[in-house]
């Protein structure tokens, strides 16, 4: 077969930026697209997408790129996001489709296969076979000069073995089998403001969220609950300026903003800021917030503007689970904020849970019933704002997925058994109130997740089978390995993970001993979110 033919872009490297999931996906994920924004304003690249679906085509054929229909396989560098460990599938699809070989050792020529976004920096492993090059971190000052430095080997005439030899030990860069590790995770700016908001740039009425700005606010979490990934590979807590913000919805003027971050409610301008969108009669959206961030002022203004849901985070069943986990809710600063949007109106009120966790006990459950009758209480009491609303409520239900780089890395995860009696035993709890319902995860994909996001490289080989032969539970049933001996069985102190090739910033002993408190159920604080330099709590000080 020759070799396809790279778009005459008049002395610009043509960059394919490839999200796998289809165009719906695409443009409802925000990580991508600043990326996106960052190389096309790139006078010396020529930057195209490609949103592959889920068999790895678009339009039912081999995949080509929106802008000129060109074929992948004819761009020299292919830049991928993937958000969802269960979108893995897709890459030797979307590959195979292509005309490119799947695997990267089988590959003698371009294009180049790199990845970035979240799951870059979380466990590389399982796809790592998949791929050339891994971008590991923010996409800060290095990022530029990177593609530039490639430009100028591609356009030299260097063969792609030459290109992965003179990239592997640049900042950021992970070469697997070539590069030395840990390679450190990149972060923009270091502490202090957030350096780069991301935000859409493609603002349409077909994505999840229509015609919406999607807008971070702040990145990492000071909270530091334990199970969550967010708060430790986004490390250090960063939030955005307003200023920088309003220039945003400035340039852009959008229909609606959507506000995206970790903890909304920390940013000390939230409410100046509605208060300006509004002024701008700009709507907007909030992203789940903390119990205890919800104050009277805020309520009725959200309210007064229209929020009809807001979206609060349990997240544990019991005081002792939360207390496992690290949460640092108080249960009185939670029935305090249903109290709120029971008594402004609010008309759907949203609670997460979490299930699965190590030790938890029906104990735990029963608590839980005891606290869901108190919220129940507490919306009948209340007079329902002006309209006298019925507030209803809505239980969202996941299963715990213990994720690299969290101290729940050592642990096992709960069987799918249990995982699904515990969802059955919560269906049934809730039956009796008027106006709850529940909506649980699948557990049997949840394990999937789980199994994903923890293997090594050898889950490739699964990966390839699922790619080839229909999904994920035919793959199973061809595939030699074991589900259970990845997830079930607590790791010791001592065993070396998969994504230990990446150096995350936060120290594992940090994390060890985080696990060890998790286990006796004891809180710690949160990360004071100052300048790292003068904190030695997690490690980000070394980064
Ligand atoms: S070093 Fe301290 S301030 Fe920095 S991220 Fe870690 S806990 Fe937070």
Redesign the pocket.
């Known amino acids: 077969m020759s070799e396809p033919v790279a778009p005459d872009l008049g002395g610009r490297l043509p960059v394919a930026v490839v999200v796998p999931g289809g165009e719906k996906n695409a443009i409802s994920t925000l990580g991508w697209q600043s990326v996106y924004r960052m190389l096309s304003e790139e006078p010396g690249l020529a930057v195209e997408r490609v949103f592959p679906d889920k068999l790895g085509l678009t339009d039912g054929g081999a995949p080509k790129t929106r802008e000129s229909n060109s074929p992948l396989s004819s761009f020299p560098v292919t830049a991928w996001s993937v958000t969802f460990e269960e979108d893995f599938l897709i890459i030797p699809r979307t590959l195979q489709a292509a005309g490119v070989p799947p695997l990267s050792a089988e590959r003698s020529r371009l294009p180049l296969v790199m990845l970035g976004g979240p799951l870059a920096f979380l466990n590389p492993a399982p796809i790592a076979p998949f791929i050339d090059l891994f971008w590991v971190g923010e996409a800060d000052d290095n990022f530029i000069p990177f593609f530039e430095k490639v430009k100028e080997l591609v356009f030299e005439g260097a063969d792609r073995d030459a290109i992965l030899e003179a990239v592997k030990d640049l900042p950021g860069i992970y070469v697997p089998g070539r590069s030395k590790t840990p390679v450190k995770r990149l972060v923009t700016g270091g502490t202090g403001p957030l350096h780069d908001p991301a935000f859409s740039c493609f603002i349409s009425g077909r994505a999840t969220f229509r015609d919406t700005l999607l807008l971070e606010v702040n990145r990492g979490c000071p909270y530091g609950c334990r199970f969550c990934a967010a708060g430790f590979i986004y ?2 807590p960063r939030h955005a300026e307003i200023d920088e913000l309003k220039r945003i919805v400035e340039l852009t003027d959008p229909p609606k903003v959507g506000l995206v971050g970790t903890a909304l409610t920390d940013w000390p301008d939230l409410l100046p800021f509605i208060k300006w969108l509004h002024e701008k009669k700009k709507k907007f959206s909030l992203s789940s917030m903390r119990a205890d961030g919800i104050t009277e002022d805020l309520l009725i203004y959200l309210r007064e503007r229209g929020i009809r849901t807001i979206t609060l985070a349990l997240e544990g069943a019991s005081e002792r689970l939360r207390k496992m986990m690290s949460k640092k809710l108080d249960p009185n600063d939670f029935l305090n904020a249903v109290r709120l949007c029971a008594r402004y109106g609010v008309n759907h009120l949203k609670l997460y849970l979490i299930i699965g966790w190590p030790g938890e006990t029906d104990d735990d459950y029963e608590e839980l019933a005891v606290f869901l009758e108190e919220i129940v209480r507490i919306r009948s009491e209340e007079p329902g704002g002006k309209k006298k609303q019925f507030m209803r409520i809505t239980i969202g239900v996941s299963s715990l997925v213990p994720k690299p780089f969290t101290p729940f890395q050592w642990s096992p995860m709960m069987d799918e058994k249990s995982l699904a009696a515990r969802m059955k035993m919560l269906t049934k709890m809730v039956k009796p109130f008027k106006g709850v319902t529940l909506h649980h995860d699948n557990p049997f994909q949840a394990r999937l997740q789980g199994m994903l996001a923890r293997g090594g490289e050898e889950m490739a080989e699964f990966i390839a089978l699922a790619a080839e032969h229909g999904g994920w539970k035919k793959a199973l049933k061809r595939w030699d390995g074991d589900m259970n001996a990845i997830l079930d069985r607590e790791r010791t102190e001592d065993e070396v993970f998969p994504w230990e090739v990446i150096d995350i910033g936060v120290k594992r002993e940090y994390l060890w001993k985080e696990w060890s408190k998790a286990k006796a159920a004891q809180v710690s604080p949160g ?4 300048d ?1 330099s003068k ?1 030695t ?2 490690g ?2 070394e980064l």
């Open positions: 490390r250090p990360c004071p979110s100052i790292c904190c709590m997690c980000m000080e």
